[in-house]
């Protein structure tokens, strides 16, 4: 647990959790932010840690990690498995049970789409890795089931 | 956005979006790879469309009339004229040129005799247990590739069939369990999860898997083999479980096992495997599927069968079907033509060499849209559209089921459809 | 050294997409190859540069050659190609495309344009 080192540890419950352990478990699973522990925030004394906290937790410049989904062209063949495969296309676009192509133009939350003969991402504030809580936020369904490994998950 | 078919391989998609402003495609939404490359011939680089005739020779444009004059010149001197290929043409022209073979008492067979082959001829024999796609997305709950590579064949079918969530199958991907049966790691073989079996058959051995199945599939008796065909006795177990207790199982046929053990009648002795299958299995049923490549393989054999009552090699004489145990292969290898009229195809590229180095001593007329080997030593060249965008007409898709193609776009100038070339041909032989 | 050929399709490499798009040497550099198990490669002292001969009774046909893991020993990969029905023939009336045996030496000589291949076919009756 390298992130409860660097908090106030006095359990004060100012950021919602009942204690500065739970505040931790919930910034690991991304239910929380570091901004929410008001005292590391105000608090001269804590300036380090909130440094070396967000560090941790975000990029260098102190930003949060973002989720990025690479589809690599080159080694894609059109074949629309990721189109399928999705949990959210196969939520919201009804022909993509039966394996088809979802309609046109693309429905709201769909994330998929194969354009002229590679696949494409469209919109990635719908993915289940955002939007959903508890284990459907680790959904790698893309990346296993692509048969060429075009599609990476990334964190930038 | 309009809604058309994909003519780019055998399985006939039919969910594909094209932007087009009636001369130009310039966006598709859902076809793979390969229905792609199918919309970039209407402008490829090579493509060709004027009639042309090879004189001193080199190949030059001529007109229609000229072309069509040189055809009739050429078949008139010729009494065993052969035609070949027609599995990339309408149903609509396989049965023109199955008239014109009647009218010049030719022989005529397609691609399908060198690559499925005689598929219905041996379901004619013995009966075959086939499916469809809709059942299989809805029903299917075993899949095996048997020396199929489907990745890089026909690249949605994998989607369609493994990872669509039909009426009986909603879990999808979870519910199903995939088997493949190949020398080779190929592509396909990244779709595999926990519970699927991969098999690394011993190149060649096919026919002894298939002979060992028929002996025990009863899954009680013991195995005391400790390696069947190169495969581990655990594996083997598995196979035979996963084939007894299916509810819906499909095995896919690739020419990876058509087209080994030649020396075997491996399409007999494997619907002999899927009846004793199904006869001993109480819960379900395994049928076949043959995978084809090009759009209408399994058109021409439907087509000859409906109106001539043979599906492949046909031979004409005096305007009657003549019974002939020939094929393609035999007729080019024994010398037993003089002049040919390939429709759609390349066979220079495709034929083992001496094969091709007979077909090209011999006049030789190519009906095609684009450059090729064949058109390399071809005699005449007439231009064609492509079926599905430039022209309407109806194909076979690889579970038989038939589908109509629509025309959206209009073919270039001096391009005409297979079926009216060959029309034409046929009125150019009837002048006097 | 004796080695067994399969004729495979590879949608990388696909001659009706040459034809089409490409011209006569981007067809012979996609097409005119083979891939070799890395121990068949060390076992017939290959480099990158050389070219492999392939021979049998049905003909003969030098090819370019690529390592890859996943092709088994023993087996050379090649796709449908004008280069790989070279060595292909007939038997009992059906053409062989899988498991032709085949004889498999390095060589410096040089991979037959497209253009000398047709000429090879229209001399040969």
């Known amino acids: 647990m390298e992130i409860y080192p660097f908090l106030p540890k006095t359990n004060c419950k100012k950021c919602g959790h009942p204690t500065c352990m739970a505040f931790a478990l919930a910034l690991l699973q991304g239910k929380a932010k570091v901004d929410d522990c008001t005292p590391l925030i105000d608090e001269k004394k804590y300036k380090e840690n909130l440094e070396k906290l967000k560090e941790l937790m975000g990029g260098a410049d102190g930003k949060e990690k973002e989720l990025h989904i690479d589809v690599d062209k080159d080694l894609c063949d059109g074949c629309g498995i990721c189109v399928t495969a999705c949990p959210v296309n196969a939520r919201y676009c009804l022909p993509t049970l039966s394996g088809k192509a979802p309609d046109y133009p693309p429905e709201k939350h769909q994330l998929f789409q194969v354009t002229d003969g590679k696949c494409e991402l469209l919109d990635l504030k719908s993915c289940r890795r955002l939007e959903a809580e508890g284990r459907e936020r680790e959904c790698t369904v893309c990346e296993n089931y692509c ?4 599609i990476k998950i990334n964190y930038v | 956005m309009i809604r058309i078919n994909c003519s780019g391989c055998s399985l006939l998609c039919d969910d594909i979006f094209v932007n087009t402003n009636g001369s130009i495609i310039d966006q598709v939404i859902g076809a793979c790879k390969k229905g792609k490359q199918r919309l970039d011939q209407l402008n490829a680089k090579n493509r060709i469309t004027s009639p042309m005739i090879r004189k001193n020779k080199e190949l030059k444009k001529v007109s229609w009339e000229e072309a069509l004059n040189k055809v009739k010149e050429i078949i008139k001197n010729s009494s065993k004229p052969i035609l070949y290929g027609f599995s990339t043409s309408s149903c609509e022209a396989q049965l023109k040129g199955i008239e014109l073979a009647k009218k010049i008492n030719g022989f005529i067979d397609s691609n399908s005799i060198i690559c499925q082959g005689k598929v219905l001829n041996v379901a004619k024999d013995s009966g075959i247990t086939l499916t469809t796609l809709a059942e299989i997305i809805n029903k299917a709950d075993l899949l ?12 949605r079918l994998l989607n369609k069939a493994l990872f669509s969530r039909g009426k009986f199958r909603l879990t999808g991907r979870e519910i199903k369990t995939i088997i493949m049966i190949d020398p080779i790691k190929t592509a396909s073989f990244e779709v595999m999860q926990m519970r699927d079996t991969a098999l690394y058959i011993q190149l060649g051995k096919d026919i002894d898997l298939i002979r060992f199945l028929k002996e025990n599939i009863s899954i009680d008796r013991e195995i005391i083999e400790n390696k069947i065909a190169g495969l581990d006795k655990e594996d083997i177990k598995r196979l035979i479980i996963n084939l007894m207790n299916a509810e819906y199982g499909v095995i896919f046929v690739g020419q990876g096992l058509l087209k080994s053990n030649p020396e075997y009648n491996i399409l007999k002795e494997l619907i002999e495997l899927v009846r004793a299958i199904n006869s001993k299995n109480e819960k379900g049923r395994l049928s076949l599927v043959f995978l084809g490549g090009h759009y209408n393989m399994v058109g021409f054999e439907h087509v000859a069968l409906s109106f001539y009552g043979k599906n492949h090699s046909l031979q004409f004489s005096d305007n009657l079907l003549v019974n002939t145990n020939d094929t393609i292969v035999n007729k080019v290898a024994n010398d037993d033509f003089d002049c040919s009229v390939i429709v759609g195809t390349d066979p220079i590229s495709n034929f083992p060499s001496f094969l091709s180095s007979k077909l090209a001593s011999k006049p030789l007329i190519l009906i095609d849209n684009k450059k090729s080997a064949t058109m390399e030593v071809a005699d005449v060249f ?46 150019e032989i009837n002048k006097k | 050294m004796e080695m067994t050929v399969n004729i495979v399709r590879m949608i990388e490499r696909d001659q009706i997409e040459e034809f089409s798009f490409g011209d006569e040497l981007s067809l012979k550099e996609k097409l005119a190859i083979g891939f070799l198990n890395p121990k068949d490669f060390d076992k017939l002292g290959l480099v990158k540069s050389l070219h492999i001969k392939l021979s049998n009774k049905y003909g003969d046909v030098i090819i370019s050659q690529v390592r890859d893991e996943k092709v088994p020993e023993g087996i050379v990969l090649m796709p449908v190609s004008i280069w790989s029905n070279q060595i292909t023939g007939v038997e009992n009336g059906n053409i062989i495309y899988k498991d032709l045996k085949v004889e498999v030496e390095p060589t410096r000589d040089p991979i037959l344009q497209f253009k000398d291949l047709i000429a090879k076919i229209k001399k040969k009756k």
Do not use: M
């Open chain 2, 144 to 155: 095996i590739l048997w020396g199929a590579n489907i990745a890089d064949s026909i690249p």
């Open chain 1, 147 to 150: 048969p060429r490994k075009a």
């Open chain 2, 382 to 427: 007439l231009p064609s559209s492509l079926t599905g965008l430039e022209c309407e007409g109806l194909a076979y898709r690889f579970d038989h089921v038939p589908i109509q193609l629509k025309k959206i776009l209009n073919p270039p100038s001096d391009v005409l459809s297979d079926e009216e070339i060959l029309n034409n041909i046929i009125k």
